[in-house]
């Protein structure tokens, strides 16, 4: 019987890890979670429908790419089911007319030690997105006796869960940046309720004992609550940043290694309690370089903030998009060494390096990089 989960943080050295798929990805049909809106590129609000397969191509071949410069790097990669997404799925309580995809596995599998917990999303099309990873999970269950294998509270995702229907993005389109973030941001409430449990695995950002959990658009109060709760042996921390629309915690603060974190620079901490912990414990917090985009590609609902969502291979290792120049630099200048990776035509299905892959094992223990605290946080 073999050891094969185990992760505690983002930074110790990588040994197996999942790589996602762009197959059969969707524009997904509108819902009150989500409303796709590319008038540009084919696809205004209200349509959905399979992308391109010549971008499912081109993402495709560069995710086969990482894949194997991953595994050139020792780490054994496993990969998530072909499945279809088109069709139309329903629990009792809705019917939903697409699916979504399986780009990004960290949206969905949060690794914290030798467990892996299915979150439970807050899109009805990303409802089953966990079926892809089930072959996986039950040969690391089958194969590995200490696998704690777990899955959130399905969430019923009645319109209860949400303040409005698709007509809350209407609304929210029609604001600027400045006043979406005072009515929103400010308030810590965009369209999820607190009805339930709701969370994104991208949200929570792991540093060995503590986990800081992003309180996002799509991660509510009562999500990090459940997570507190479920996590007895960590500290869970709520993160807050300036930024209208809050989509996980990957593009936004991330862990270099002990000691150095990265933050976006157009995204400033809005929880004091956070800067706080860090300074008192030592860390250097330093602002991201600038992206080499100025836009996203079309059909891509993800910031060019994707350019430092980055994967660490070990504590003086990190694979870094191509193109993204200005922070390959940086980070070599931090005294890291660089691996290029081609990932920009991935962009569209859901993310960057770090979405589209999900930790299975990582060397190192549970260990305490915070150990002087702040109460109450
Ligand atoms: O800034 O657009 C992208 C992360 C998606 N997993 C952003 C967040």
Redesign the pocket.
């Known amino acids: 019987m073999a050891k094969i989960v185990n992760s505690w943080n983002e930074w110790s050295r990588l040994r197996r890890v999942i790589v996602g798929r762009a197959d059969g990805t969707m524009i997904q049909a509108p819902e009150p979670a989500v409303v796709r809106d590319f008038p540009e590129d084919g696809f205004p609000a209200g349509t959905y429908g399979p992308m391109p397969q010549d971008m499912v191509d081109a993402a495709n071949e560069q995710m086969e790419n990482f894949a194997a410069i991953l595994e050139s790097h020792g780490v054994v990669v496993d990969r998530p089911e072909v499945r279809d997404w088109s069709e139309e799925i329903a629990t009792p309580d809705w019917k939903q007319a697409s699916q979504f995809g399986v780009m ?1 596995p ?2 969905v599998l949060l690794t914290v030690g030798p467990e892996i917990l299915e979150a439970t999303m807050s899109q009805r099309a990303r409802w089953f997105e966990y079926l892809a990873y089930r072959p996986l999970l039950q040969a690391y269950f089958r194969e590995d006796p200490d696998f704690r294998w777990e899955s959130a509270p399905k969430p019923r995702l009645t319109d209860a869960s949400y303040h409005a229907g698709p007509e809350f993005w209407h609304e929210f389109e029609s604001l600027d940046e400045e006043e979406a973030i005072a009515r929103f941001t400010m308030n810590r409430r965009w369209n999820l309720t607190e009805e339930e449990p709701l969370f ?1 695995a ?1 949200d929570v950002g792991r540093f060995g004992k503590d986990l800081f959990v992003y309180h996002s658009s799509v991660t509510n109060a009562a999500g990090i609550s459940w997570l507190t709760r479920h996590f007895p042996d960590h500290r869970v921390h709520v993160a807050r940043f300036r ?1 209208s629309h809050p ?2 915690l ?3 603060f991330v862990p270099l290694r002990p000691g150095l974190a990265l933050s ?1 620079r157009k995204r400033v901490p809005l929880e004091e309690d956070m800067v706080k912990l860090f300074e008192i414990n030592d860390w250097e917090i330093v602002p991201c370089a600038e992206p080499a985009l100025d836009e ?1 590609p079309p059909l891509c ?3 060019v ?2 350019s430092m ?1 980055t994967l660490l291979l070990d504590e003086k290792t990190i694979f870094v998009e191509e193109q993204e120049k200005a922070q390959q630099q940086q980070l070599y200048d931090l005294g890291f060494e660089v691996i290029p990776v081609p990932f920009w035509a991935v962009g569209p299905f ?3 390096l ?2 589209a892959t999900a930790d299975v094992y990582r060397e190192g223990d549970m260990e305490d990089y915070f150990p002087k605290q702040i109460p109450g946080y």
């Open positions: 990004p960290r949206d994104d991208a930024e989509i996980h990957d593009a936004t976006n996203p609902y993800c910031s903030w994707l969502n859901g993310g960057g770090h979405c």
